[in-house]
Structure formats: structure tokens, C-alpha cells
């Protein structure tokens, strides 16, 4: 790698290599680049017509550069290839010290389909020392540039998912729920994906119950909590790496008094987007059935729960028994069942995981007949920690499997009850930041006169914007009477903006939050989309200036200009046209090589130099006719660049 004597052949081929800077053996730097090979995928920024496409984001990955020598080095890097110009590098430092690193942002923007390639040359300025080449290798997407919704349901069986597009059949745009028993749930996943370029936005969620119009027949969005809107979309990106989301389904069986022991349920799920052909939720897979049955069983239980605690609690004694329960399981169907199972949903056993509660009397293996009666009793141990378990019992009809009798589920509590509250109470709203990663502080508290609160898990939902960071929780942490917990929970902005939704789960011994007991609480933000600028530069002649002051009109690709045109002796370059969602801040003209002889980079104002202001002026110093090419760059008020370098070429002639 460090030959420093060359032939002359060698030293004509390698040109500027020869160039270098020399540096004594052993004292130079040596620059090793990881991966020396990427691949990218981005949608195109114009359409099938050439025309610019909205709401489409490059895909940035980042070089590693190490400096594995003694000594820094000056670093250079230089794109080449026919796709080098769907590349932009930035952060770019000018050299790295000796046993450094540096990483190198590299967006892909490609303006059209298909794949492209370029060299990213990798220069220490050092004779003698190798250049290393990373090889760059992009795709257009070949997807529609239009917001494109797909959905894909959840199987009945929960073994995997359908996809749900305008030509497969009803069955496959169906969410057809396991059969649930009354005053029990069962939930189901829907999967969201993007198939198109520019960002589709969810506006509404919306169910309406067949069964009983107007209502949503026992069907309730999940996950998210919360439901989008217009104002607050869920935005799904192909470029940003969001295009599937996934959102969760829960059906209540309720008992709608008709005697029937099977009672069916149906309604419709209507997603509402900017999808231009189905955005309206019209048709699938936009629109979707939603189905399920309610199962009335052949058993009851009385009492449904019990706490030992609580003096006011029988606990389904005649009077109350210290440290017993007694439950009635009831066959109230037809024919005879069996109890196949009694057992504690902890353990799966007669006892409890930690020996709280047992089953001292018990009926499994036994047959009950129609509209009898059977005793199961539960004893338990009285300690301060509030612990709670429950206790599930199933009935089979003969020849018929198990649970088809119905499976029932009573709760047990006992111990000091601890109070859960949070830091903040029901969400965390993160709102629109202006930096990528964004951080809240989270609290978790326990009442000073309550039992120990044992806080088993604190989770975010699976999803790329929000997650847990130092300080975590460690699971199974118990909180005295008046101690507190406290984590971080941090936001990752994406470049798409929109509104993101995720649920914050915090699972405890708190009984007053359900069983299974958790509290939930809303994670939420409403990004502003921040679009890539693009740069578009023109150029006009002093007399262009009198109408078309900004030189809106000037030339765009090409120009070409006669010495006796121009006076004084000098063209305007317009960034004028170059456009950001929000605000093209600040403008880099730079002057190209190559530059014709009897000019220098002077001639252009404020070459390569950052400036707020759109508009710079080419001086034409005398008889340097030729060939002049200016590049432009633009960058936001958030501070993102643009993704292409604008040129223009301008031809002055005698």
C-alpha cells in the first residue's frame, strides 16, 4: 500500500496521486473506509411525466472512515460514476486525526426508476498512500409515485396474515375473529403497508357496526389508543423505512339477551388516507369486514371473584370464612359436562406460583348434569404483598372437545392494596421537535399509606419511534409505601414527519387496573413533514433583470450569453425557484471546474460559501470567454440539504 518509488508509467497514470504531499515511512495516515460497498433504495423524486413527486424522502446511510495511521490526514472525497449525482454527501470534515474515525452521511435521491451506480473515492493527500474506492450502488424504486394503501388481516387462527389488495377474493379482507366467550376478548392484528412512493397518510380509523347500526357491535380500536385524524395522520414512508404499520382490533362478546348460545357480530373497517383512488375507504383493501361469533357457555361461576382482604367479601360463603373461598360451578346448558381442567393460570396447577392461594376442594374429573351444582374451594395465605392470580375452569360436552363447554375464569386477590400512579398521569406528548431524538422523563409512584407496589414491566409497543432508555426499570421491582421510579422515554423524528402513535404499558400488582393489570398510556407526536429541499437554479443577463427581477424566467439548464449582451460585464444566478415545504434558508453557488482560462473561483460572488441570500452575480473578467458551469446547493430552516447539486451551464462568446 506505501510504495513510494513509482516508474514513470505508474506516476503518469496515477496523475495527482503523484501530487501528494510526501510523508516519511511509517509517519502517514492511512484512511480504511467500512463497508467499502452500499446499497440503497429510495423513491424517485420525479414522476413518469417529469414532474416533481411530493412527499418522497432520500434513504441516508452512513461510511465509517477510520484512520488506522500515526498521523492525521487531510481527507477528500469525491463522487464519480453516471449516478454520482443521485448521491450527496455531508458532514464531511476536512482531515482525521491519527487513530480516529469520522462517519459520513450519504443521502441516495434518485429522480427516476431503476438502478444507478457511483465510486466514492476516499483521499488522504498523502503520496504513496492508496486511495480507496467504496463502491455506491442505488435503486429507484419501481413503485407507483402515488400513496398506494395495502392491507394485510390477521388469520382467524392467528398462524400468519393475508394481504387484502383490490383483486383477492372477500375471504382474504376479512378479520374474522376465534370464537369468545360472553364477557370475555379476543383481539387481531391489521398490518398497514405504504406500496406506493410519497407518503401515505391514515386520516381515520373508523368502525360501524352491521349487527346494530350506529354502534360499533362490540369491535374497538386497541392499539393505538387513540384514533388519527386529518390534522394527525398516521404517515407511512417506503424511503423513511415505515411502510407497515400495525394496528390491533378487540371484540367484547356481550350477551344480547336472544337465548341463543351462539350470537354473530359484524361490522366494517374503513380506512380513510390520502390514497387518491381509495382514500375515501370505498373499497377494499381500504374497506374491510370484520366478523366474530359470541359463545354463550354451558357453566357459570358464582362468585366471579373473590378478595380475602376485604371484610365486605364473602367470597361466596354464607358468612365469611377467614382465609376460604368457596365457588358454585353451575352447568346451565343441556346436556351433561365434564370439568376438564381447574387449574391457576400462574402455575397451571392447584397451587398458586407463590404459594398464596391453593385448591383444597376440587372438582376436576368430575361430570355435572344439567342445571347442577359443584364446589370448588380455594384457600389462602395472608401476607402484606398484594398479589392476585386467577383460576380457570373448563367444562367439556362429550365428543365434542375440550373447552366446548365453555371455559370460565374467577379471580383471587389478597394482601395490602398498593396506589399506582404516573409522572404523567395518561400521556406523553412529544408534539413537533426540532431535533431527531427527543427525550421525556417518565415517573412511576406509590401511594405512602399503600402495600409494596411491585412494578413487573414497563414496555413501549413494537414500533419505530418510541423506546425505553436509561434509566430502564428493571422487571419485578418492588416500590415502597411513598418510593418512585423513573425511566426515559425517547422519540426518534422521522424525516417524513406526521403523527405517530405507540402505547406505553406498565404492568403491576395494582388490582385497580384490570387483569390482567396494567395501565396504559398514550405515546404521541405531530411532526411537521420536513421535505427535502430541492435546488433549481437560473441565469439572466442585466437586461432580463429590468422585468424579472428574481429571474424567475432566466435560463435553467443552458445560456448562453454574448459579450456584447452583458452591461456591465456580468450574469445573475437565481436559486429563486428552489423550493422546501416550509423554507429554503440559505444558498452555496459554486463555480466548477473546469473554469476557462484567464478566470478564477473570484469570479463568482460568494463562491462556495453558504449565504441566506438567493441570488449571486458571475463577473466576466476581460476576454475570458468559455464555457462556465455553476452549481447550487439549498438547504432548509431545519438545516437539511438538498439532495441534488442544480447546474446550469453558461457559454459567454465574443
Not at 424522502?57 to 454520482?84: C, H, M, Q, R, Y
Not at 379476543?186 to 380509523?205: V, Y
Not at 357457555?297 to 376485604?310: A, G, K
Not at 415545504?581 to 460559501?609: D, K
Request: net charge negative.
Amino acid at each position: 500500500m506505501k510504495n513510494l518509488t513509482l516508474p514513470l508509467a505508474a506516476i503518469l497514470i496515477l496523475g495527482c496521486e503523484a501530487c501528494k504531499p510526501s510523508g516519511p515511512q511509517g509517519t502517514v495516515p492511512e484512511f480504511v473506509p467500512t463497508p467499502t460497498a452500499l446499497s440503497f433504495s429510495a423513491c424517485p423524486t420525479r414522476d413518469e411525466n417529469n414532474l416533481p413527486v411530493m412527499g418522497v424522502f432520500p434513504e441516508i446511510k452512513k461510511l465509517t472512515i477510520e484512520n488506522t495511521g500515526k498521523v492525521s490526514g487531510d481527507l477528500a472525497l469525491t463522487l464519480s460514476g453516471a449516478g454520482a449525482s443521485a448521491f450527496t454527501l455531508s458532514d464531511v470534515p476536512a482531515s482525521i486525526d491519527r487513530l480516529g474515525s469520522v462517519q459520513i452521511p450519504i443521502s441516495f435521491s434518485p429522480s427516476v426508476k431503476g438502478d444507478v451506480r457511483a465510486d466514492l473515492l476516499v483521499d488522504d493527500k498523502t503520496e504513496g498512500t492508496e486511495n480507496r474506492v467504496v463502491t455506491l450502488i442505488g435503486t429507484g424504486i419501481n413503485l407507483p409515485s402515488q400513496a398506494t394503501i395495502e392491507t394485510a388481516p390477521q388469520k382467524k387462527d392467528l398462524s400468519g396474515f393475508t394481504t387484502c389488495t383490490a383483486d383477492t377474493p372477500l375471504s382474504d379482507c376479512t378479520l374474522d375473529f376465534p370464537d369468545t366467550l360472553m364477557d370475555q376478548s379476543t383481539t387481531l392484528q391489521l398490518k398497514i403497508r405504504n406500496k406506493g412512493c410519497p407518503a401515505l397518510k391514515i386520516t381515520a380509523i373508523e368502525i360501524d357496526g352491521s349487527t346494530t347500526p350506529g354502534t360499533n357491535d362490540g369491535f374497538t380500536l386497541d392499539s393505538p389508543s387513540s384514533s388519527p385524524s386529518v390534522d394527525s395522520p398516521i404517515t407511512l414512508s417506503t424511503a423513511d423505512g415505515t411502510d407497515e404499520t400495525t394496528i390491533t382490533l378487540r371484540f367484547t362478546a356481550t350477551d344480547d339477551n336472544s337465548g341463543s348460545s351462539s350470537q354473530s357480530h359484524y361490522a366494517v373497517l374503513t380506512l380513510k388516507s390520502n390514497d387518491p383512488v381509495i382514500g375515501d375507504g370505498a373499497t377494499n383493501p381500504a374497506r374491510l369486514t370484520i366478523q366474530a361469533n359470541a359463545i354463550k357457555p354451558s357453566i357459570y361461576v358464582s362468585p366471579t371473584s373473590c378478595n380475602f382482604t376485604n371484610a365486605q367479601d364473602f367470597c361466596g360463603n354464607v358468612a365469611r370464612i377467614q382465609n376460604k373461598a368457596n365457588f358454585r360451578v353451575t352447568n346451565d346448558g343441556s346436556t351433561d359436562i365434564l370439568i376438564s381442567g381447574v387449574r391457576f393460570r400462574s402455575s397451571g396447577g392447584s397451587t398458586s406460583s407463590d404459594m398464596r392461594f391453593a385448591i383444597t376442594q376440587n372438582v376436576q374429573g368430575q361430570t355435572i348434569q344439567p342445571t347442577n351444582s359443584a364446589s370448588i374451594e380455594v384457600t389462602e395465605v395472608d401476607q402484606p404483598l398484594l398479589v392476585s392470580d386467577q383460576l380457570e375452569i373448563v367444562a367439556d360436552i362429550p365428543g365434542m372437545g375440550v373447552g366446548s363447554g365453555g371455559t370460565v375464569v374467577v379471580s383471587v386477590i389478597s394482601g395490602i392494596k398498593p396506589c399506582l400512579t404516573t409522572d404523567p398521569m395518561d400521556e406523553i406528548d412529544f408534539g413537533d421537535p426540532m431535533e431527531e431524538l427527543t427525550a421525556r422523563t417518565f415517573r412511576i409512584r406509590n401511594g405512602a399509606s399503600c402495600g409494596t407496589l411491585v412494578v413487573n414491566s414497563v414496555g413501549v409497543s413494537t414500533q419505530p419511534f418510541f423506546s425505553l432508555i436509561d434509566p430502564l426499570i428493571t422487571p419485578n421491582t418492588s416500590v415502597p409505601p411513598g418510593g418512585m421510579l423513573e425511566t426515559t422515554v425517547q422519540y426518534r423524528r422521522p424525516s417524513s414527519g406526521g403523527f405517530q402513535l405507540a402505547d406505553l404499558k406498565v404492568i403491576t400488582n395494582d388490582t385497580d387496573y384490570g387483569a390482567p393489570q396494567y395501565k396504559l398510556l398514550l405515546l404521541r407526536s405531530n411532526a411537521s413533514l420536513d421535505q427535502i429541499p430541492s435546488a433549481q437554479i437560473t441565469a439572466c443577463q442585466p437586461a432580463q433583470l429590468l422585468n424579472d427581477p428574481d429571474c424567475r424566467l432566466g435560463a435553467q439548464t443552458a445560456g448562453a450569453f454574448n459579450l456584447g449582451m452583458i452591461n456591465p460585464d456580468e450574469i445573475t444566478l437565481s436559486g429563486v425557484l428552489s423550493t422546501d415545504n416550509n423554507m429554503v434558508s440559505e444558498y452555496r453557488f459554486t463555480l466548477l471546474p473546469p473554469i476557462p482560462g484567464g478566470a478564477t473561483t473570484a469570479a463568482l460572488a460568494n463562491h462556495g460559501m453558504r449565504i441566506t441570500t438567493n441570488k449571486t452575480k458571475l463577473t466576466v473578467p476581460a476576454g475570458a470567454t468559455g464555457t462556465y458551469r455553476i452549481g447550487l446547493e439549498v438547504w432548509d430552516d431545519r438545516g437539511q440539504k438538498s439532495a441534488n447539486t442544480d447546474v446550469i451551464t453558461v457559454n459567454i462568446y465574443p
